[in-house]
């Protein structure tokens, strides 16, 4: 999403652009993937940043659809019916009505309303968006701004899942930015999927005559005096370039240089990987008494947000339920579908046999579903009706994760050292998505544009 919305904006401009992408479909990890005649999405739980009334032209979301001139009407995007926060026995509800969200927090944490009121304002004074921001633990700035930890430890959880290159912590420009995202201003869904992001991003490239090459890496990227010379693909094809973006990570990009200046260092790697099963049941989700969008959990009262020892712990994840957006199009569904993401360990999937891999799925599959039922409404319905009406299942690991993004240790996030300004150790080469800090698929479009605009259109 980074890179197409990078050679978009370079393309506008008169720039001749190539992109180069492994794989043999667009999106990376906000892809898309058909099973059984059914089609899914990759990575989409939500489009973050849904424009409140009030964020007018600062909406990022609606800023990126400027500079890449694709109307917002054509996203035909859904608002979340309501999500959840729950840890135990605790719930913090959220819709896009940022005063919904706050009434929550201060009937849940009474005495935390004036501290909650300073913890606000200490974000909007802080300049999260400032490529020199400095790296902050935010579970340190929410120790010390809450009486109550627990309030702390609910609001790390979706913004850690939605964004954190880093186990058990988030740095608290990230956290700032997805604060707002998720909170301020809101979950949405695209009516046809991410298809409606991707379709125009593509459409656009190729009426401007952009030329991308799929199904083939980049193998190395030649170095001289500092500078890159020449992109060697993995078929051998050679290209060279006045300016290139890597949007495939930082140590990933590193070890594509012939010539390093610095070897990757073990702290630049990302650990965070995951699992996402997802049911395709028979019906709406509302027959099950479900009526809610996404529900982040923890078992504990102190959010875990780690590599697990095992292939994946279900005592903490994300549960999504698409059709419970909004779209007039679900109230006719026959189908449905469930999402659940939990931790995960990239080490013990990549080390499977094929078989055992499969075996190893199927039996997640199984304790993910169990744990989520959980944290679901009851309804009338019991966990068996629930597998009778399973028509479909279908499991990615952080095995997958590696294949779609080439991201070592299939690290969800990358790695937890960011370059905000977009800068690599080579002068003109850059880095934009992920590991430039800007997280999701508005952060990944609008990292794009920024190191366009700021790195080749208009250089300091
Ligand atoms: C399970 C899951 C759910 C998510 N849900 C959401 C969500 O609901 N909402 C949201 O906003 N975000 C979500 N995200 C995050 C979002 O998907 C990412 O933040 C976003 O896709 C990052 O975009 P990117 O352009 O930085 O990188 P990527 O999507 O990682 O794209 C990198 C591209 O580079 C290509 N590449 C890598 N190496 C090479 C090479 N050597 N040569 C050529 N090409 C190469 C890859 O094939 C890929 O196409 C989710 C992620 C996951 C895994």
Not at 234 to 259: F, M, P, Q, R, W
Not at 358 to 380: D, F, H, N, S
Not at 429 to 435: E, M
Request: proline share 5%.
């Amino acid at each position: 999403m980074s890179g197409l919305s990078a050679a978009l904006r370079l393309a506008m401009f008169g720039k001749n652009v190539l992109v180069l992408e492994k794989h043999y479909v667009v999106g990376g990890l906000n892809s898309f993937y058909a099973r059984k005649g059914r089609k899914f999405d990759v990575g989409l739980h939500a489009v973050t940043n849904f424009p409140s009334p009030s964020s007018g032209k600062t909406s990022p979301l609606l800023r990126a659809c400027r500079q890449l001139r694709i109307p917002f009407e054509s996203l035909n995007l859904y608002e979340q019916s309501r999500s959840r926060i729950s840890f135990e026995d605790k719930h913090i509800r959220f819709n896009n009505e940022f005063s919904f969200f706050l009434n929550e927090i201060y009937e849940n944490f009474p005495k935390e309303k004036d501290r909650f009121r300073n913890f606000l304002q200490k974000m909007e004074d802080f300049d999260a968006y400032s490529i020199n921001v400095p790296d902050l633990s935010t579970r340190s700035i929410l120790k010390e701004a809450f009486a109550e930890p627990l309030l702390g430890e609910m609001l790390l959880c979706p913004t850690s899942y939605y964004g954190s290159a880093q186990e058990n912590d988030i740095d608290f420009a990230t956290f700032t930015m997805l604060f707002d995202a998720i909170f301020k201003q809101g979950l949405a869904r695209p009516s046809h999927g991410i298809r409606a992001i991707l379709d125009p991003l593509v459409q656009k490239l190729d009426e401007m005559g952009v030329k991308r090459l799929m199904n083939n890496a980049v193998k190395k990227i030649k170095t001289y005096n500092g500078k890159a010379t020449e992109i060697v693909m993995d078929n051998e094809d050679t290209y060279t370039a006045d300016h290139i973006i890597s949007t495939c990570g930082l140590v990933e990009t590193e070890e594509l240089l012939t010539k390093k200046k610095t070897p990757p260092k073990e702290n630049k790697m990302g650990n965070f990987s995951v699992i996402e099963t997802i049911s395709v049941f028979k019906g709406k989700p509302t027959d099950f008494g479900w009526d809610e969008t996404v529900i982040f959990y923890n078992d504990d009262q102190e959010f875990r947000y780690e590599k697990p020892k095992e292939s994946m712990d279900s005592t903490s994840g994300v549960i999504c339920i698409p059709e419970n957006y909004q779209d007039p199009h679900n109230q006719k569904v026959d189908e449905s579908r469930l999402r659940i993401t939990n931790p995960a360990n990239f080490d013990k999937w990549d080390s499977l046999e094929e078989p055992a891999y499969i075996a190893e799925k199927a039996r997640c599959e199984t304790v993910m579903l169990q744990k989520a039922l959980e944290y679901l409404p009851k309804g009338q319905i019991q966990k068996k009706d629930f597998s009778d009406a399973t028509l479909l299942k279908d499991t990615f690991t952080p095995r997958t994760i590696k294949k779609y993004t080439n991201h070592a240790n299939g690290a969800l996030y990358g790695s937890p050292v960011k370059s905000r300004s977009g800068s690599s150790q080579i002068k003109n080469l850059y880095l934009a998505g992920t590991d430039q800090g800007y997280i999701g698929i508005v952060g990944a479009m609008l990292g794009g544009i920024a190191v366009a605009n700021n790195r080749i259109l208009r250089p300091a």
